[in-house]
Structures are given as C-alpha cells and as structure tokens.
C-alpha cells in the first residue's frame, strides 16, 4: 500500500526567499511521485513527476524536486517565490490502474 | 478550450434529495476519475474508468453511482445526499489507467447538504 505524509501543513514565506515544502512516501512497488498544485476554488494541476533516471527534476513555475530513495522523500522547492505562488501544493504517489494517493496538502503563504 | 469539465460548479440542496454531478473530457484520454475533497482539503479517490469500465471502486457509499455512457465522460449520482457528502467533488482524466501518467482536473464541483 501507498502513503504520503506531508509534513508541514502551512509554510509562510517572503518574497523571493526560496522555500522547501517536504513530502515523504512509502510504497511497495515501483515509485511514481507528482507534485499538483491548486490555486484558490480550482482544480489541480501538474507541477512536476518523478518516473526514473535523474533525482533531480524540473517543473513548471521554477520549481525543481530531489526524488531521494534511501530517504524516501520527494521535497519540492523553489529559489525565489513569487506571490502568484501562494497556493495549495500536494504531494502524491501513482499505484496500479493510475489511482493517486495524495499528501494532506501544504498551503505556502507568500507574503510581500 | 476546457479540457475536463464539470456541472454544476456550486450545488447546494438538502438532505435526502438525489442529485447529480456531470463531467466531459476532451483530451481523448480512455481513463476518468471521480475525487473527493474534504472540508480539509484532503484528496481521496473514489471510482475511476477505463474505456467505460470501471477499474478502481473504494471504499465508498453504495448511494454514489458513477456511470460513463462514453469514454469521454463521467458522471456521478448521489442518492440520499447526507451532511456528511458535503465536498468539492473533482473529476480527473489521464490517457491511459496507468501510476505514471499525469491526470488533468476539472474545475471541482462543490456540493452542500444542508
């Protein structure tokens, strides 16, 4: 069975500071791992996946994620946030017949 | 161009009444699902189909009842709609029923029982 555990449920943040918000997973087959993020009353959308090859993955909106095996984590972050980024990032990991289990969600708070 | 989309965006109804929730994909992809969002904001799914069959059913109340007259769409009926089912309901879309693939969302719709 898959888990992901979030571990920081709210990251507030300045402008242009970078930010780290951290996701850890278990899993029992191979390891599939995204990043959504949801702007405020919309729908998901996709940040990043790791699938194989390089730990070090890049995303839209600057964001890059460090797939750490031994560690089994997924942390994503960014160099310099903007206050357009302020929003409701989850973690997720993909399991048979594509079924997503999600992270309790972290809401990052850019403030000016 | 929307590429999944859901009616009603808002919908606000009393306890035991039935309704239902509609949602169409465009990105020809043979693979939807249905989610639920939680009043704290936790993501869990609920019913996904491949090419019209369903593949994934969780552990959820036999009052909800997905059906998928065509590939490119999902919907999902509620009967004896209970507080509890207060939600933003989202429908997903990928390619193919696979772990790998990114899953596009629709707008959410959110449900109130009142």
């Known amino acids: 069975a898959q888990s992901v555990t979030q571990l920081d449920s709210q990251v507030p943040v300045f402008e242009e500071a970078p930010v780290e918000l951290r996701c850890n997973y278990s899993s029992s087959v191979s390891v599939y791992l995204f990043w959504y993020v949801q702007y405020p009353n919309q729908g998901l959308q996709l940040l990043l996946k790791?699938?194989?090859?390089?730990?070090l993955v890049k995303g839209i909106n600057g964001f890059e994620a460090e797939f750490n095996k031994s560690q089994t984590s997924f942390h994503l972050r960014k160099p310099s946030v903007h206050i357009s980024d302020t929003a409701e990032y989850f973690c997720?990991?993909?399991?048979?017949?594509?079924?997503?289990?999600f992270g309790q969600g972290t809401i990052l708070t850019v403030h000016p | 161009d929307t590429a999944v989309s859901q009616t009603p965006k808002y919908l606000v109804t009393q306890m035991g009444n039935d309704k239902s929730i509609k949602c169409e994909q465009n990105?020809?992809?043979?693979?939807m699902y249905w989610y639920k969002q939680d009043s704290k904001k936790f993501l869990k799914i609920m019913f996904s189909y491949n090419n019209k069959e369903l593949i994934i059913n969780e552990t959820v109340p036999n009052r909800f009842s997905p059906k998928s007259p065509d590939k490119a769409h999902l919907n999902l009926h509620i009967n004896s709609l209970e507080l509890g089912d207060s939600a933003v309901y989202f429908c997903?879309?990928?390619?193919?029923?696979?772990?790998?693939?990114?899953?596009?969302f629709g707008p959410g719709t959110r449900l109130t029982v009142l």
């Open positions: 990105l020809g992809h043979d693979t």
């Open positions: 790791y699938l194989s090859g390089s730990t």
């Open positions: 997720a990991v993909g399991a048979s017949y594509g079924k997503l289990t």
């Open positions: 997903a879309s990928s390619p193919a029923a696979s772990s790998y693939n990114e899953q596009f």
